[in-house]
């Protein structure tokens, strides 16, 4: 049990998961925008466990 209610999960997210892989300096505008409604897909689908 932890003291603060926060338990790390054992794996990533897959939203943890791409932004390890980005660089967001290579990024065009239109690109970023792209990334964030890609992120926000990942975050809204059901999980799977």
Do not use: C, W
């Not at 967001?24 to 239109?30: C, G, I, K, N, T």
């Amino acid at each position: 049990m932890n003291l603060f209610g926060y338990t790390p999960e054992a794996e990533p997210s897959p939203v943890e998961k791409e932004l390890s892989t980005i660089d967001p300096d290579a990024l065009s505008p239109r690109e970023a925008q792209e990334l964030v409604y890609h992120l926000k897909h990942l975050l809204n689908r059901p999980r799977q466990e």
